[in-house]
């Protein structure tokens, strides 16, 4: 329930931004692409600086969560994200930069070694 009021203050926070910048809202989901939890990151890189729309929201195995990036002229907008397993013995992590659509699905996953220490 909190994260369902979070994501929907995000979404409406996001809009009135997209507004104030003449670009128009586009809503993407967010889906976690596998069976485990993982916690996420996603910034909206449509816009300078960038601004962070998700940070370390856990979403469970095969979840959708819906947010709102600022878009360009033609519906799209940048997005990156960056995901943790749970799993703390061997964590696993994911990342990409990726163009969305309105109405698009962003998969995010964690399924490489992490790097660094």
């Not at 910048?21 to 960038?50: C, F």
């Not at 962070?52 to 709102?68: H, T, W």
Request: glycine letters at 12%; charged letters at 15%; hydrophobic letters at 40%.
């Amino acid at each position: 329930m909190r994260s369902s009021m979070k994501a929907a203050s995000v979404c409406c926070l996001a809009l009135l931004t997209g507004a104030a910048l003449g670009g128009g809202g586009v809503a993407v989901k967010i889906a976690n692409d596998g069976t485990e939890d993982v916690m996420v990151t996603v910034y909206d890189r449509s816009v300078n600086p960038s601004r962070v729309v998700l940070a370390n929201e856990r979403i469970n195995g095969f979840a959708l969560v819906p947010i709102f990036l600022v878009g360009d002229g033609t519906g799209k907008a940048k997005v990156s994200w960056t995901a943790t397993s749970i799993d703390a013995v061997t964590p696993r992590c994911g990342h990409a930069d990726t163009v969305a659509d309105n109405g698009g699905t962003v998969n995010v996953h964690a399924n490489t070694e992490c790097s660094g220490a």
